[in-house]
């Protein structure tokens, strides 16, 4: 989301989605896999 400052509100908002779709990805698989 840090990349996406210098450009629209919309554009933010769809970093900071993705960023938190993976977010949240990643910390499945950490439980899943006992991390």
Do not use: I, S
């Not at 554009?11 to 439980?31: I, W």
Request: proline share 3%.
């Amino acid at each position: 989301p840090d990349k996406l400052q210098h450009m629209d509100e919309a554009h933010q908002k769809g970093g900071e989605e993705k960023f938190n779709k993976v977010q949240e990805a990643y910390e499945q698989l950490q439980k899943e896999r006992g991390f």
